[in-house]
Each structure stands twice: as C-alpha cells, then as structure tokens.
C-alpha cells in the first residue's frame, strides 16, 4: 500500500493509496501428453490487472488466459493487481498530530497541503501551551486557597495578641492580594484559550488544500 497524493477538503484528510497485488497460477501437467489449461482469473470490484501490454482490465471481470504445458512439466503465470483508494478520511482534530507528522515527513503530498497542515499543528501547539500555562495557574491557586483555609482555622482558635496570630495575619493578608491576581490571570488566561480554540476550529473547518 503506497500513498499517491493527499488533499485536504473543509477539515478532512483525504489520503489516496496505490495497493498493489501480485498472484500466480502454477500448473502442473502430470499426465503423459501435452495440454493447453485454461484459466479463468476473477478481477474483483475496484481492482484493474495490470497488463505490460496494453490498458487496464477493470474488475469486476474475468480474465481468461491459455498455459502450454507439456507433459510432466510445470508451467506458471503471474497477475498483477491494483487499487486506487481513499477510505482513510479522518477529520483534523486535536489529536491527530502524530498523523499530520507523519505525513509532513512523506515526500508525496504537495507544498500547499504541508504548509496548511504545519499552520495546523502550529494552531495546536498554541492551544496546548495555553491550556498547559492554564492548568498551572489554577494548580497554584489551589495550592494557596488550601494554604488560606489552614491559616483562617488557625487565626480562628489563636489569641490575637499572641506573635503567632500577627504573622498568620500577615500572610493571610499577603496571600488574599496574591490570590486575587491568580483569579485574574485563571480568568484571562481562560478567555485565551478559549480564543486559541476558535482560531484552531475557524481555520480548520475552512481549509482546503490540495
């Protein structure tokens, strides 16, 4: 099997493939005079023998062809097949990166359809770092309200006039204007990502490439 040409149609990958097949009759004449054997070869659907010396037959066919063999002798013919096909279409989609990369690295699909799939796994790597930079900030955020809930339970059973309780206080505060600004950066950094998935989703949804 033998990728031929790869186009892209709104969003879909739409590979074609060259499968070749090779087959031989082997006749065996054990009787004790000459013979002509004749063969009938059934050419299946979608599939074309290829003859060296004319067109293609197409399938579904039979192709019937005449063996010459002498007595006690063995005597064999070879068919050759092919199909041309296209049933590994798969929408573009988060995921598919291992796929794309895989078709960059061949040497068949065209300048156009390459730079549009790299323009895609650009579009990927942006969302996935900012999904990535998102996950980090709400792991920090976490990280301080979990710190903050200890700090308000020990503020609440510690004598304010102890040492202890002005340096609870203290962090305390210091942590409420840090987690302020870790909401924000969550908040904005969530309306980033949601924008990297548009960007990816418009662009693929309107690529075509061939």
Request: hydrophobic share 35%; proline share 4%.
């Amino acid at each position: 099997h033998r990728l031929t040409s790869l186009k892209i149609q709104k969003g879909l990958l739409v590979p074609t493939f060259q499968a070749r097949e090779s087959r031989s009759y082997h006749i065996q004449n054990l009787s004790d005079v000459d013979r002509i054997f004749t063969i009938d070869h059934v050419i299946r659907k979608d599939w074309s023998r290829i003859d060296p010396k004319g067109d293609p037959q197409h399938g579904p066919g039979v192709f019937r062809f005449k063996l010459d063999v002498a007595k006690g002798k063995t005597a064999s013919q070879e068919i050759n097949e092919e199909r041309i096909y296209s049933e590994d279409v798969k929408h573009i989609a988060p995921g598919s990166e291992a796929r794309l990369r895989e078709f960059l690295a061949h040497p068949v699909p065209s300048a156009e359809v390459k730079s549009a799939m790299t323009k895609v796994l650009a579009l990927l790597a942006k969302w996935a770092e900012i999904d990535r930079q998102l996950g980090d900030l709400e792991k920090s955020l976490k990280v301080i309200s979990d710190d903050q809930s200890r700090l308000r339970e020990n503020l609440r059973i510690i004598p304010q006039t102890s040492d202890p309780y002005k340096r609870f206080l203290d962090k305390f505060v210091a942590q409420e204007t840090e987690i302020e600004g870790l909401q924000k950066n969550v908040r904005e950094t969530q309306k980033a990502v949601q924008a990297a998935q548009r960007d990816y989703f418009a662009f693929v949804a309107a690529l075509t490439a061939e």
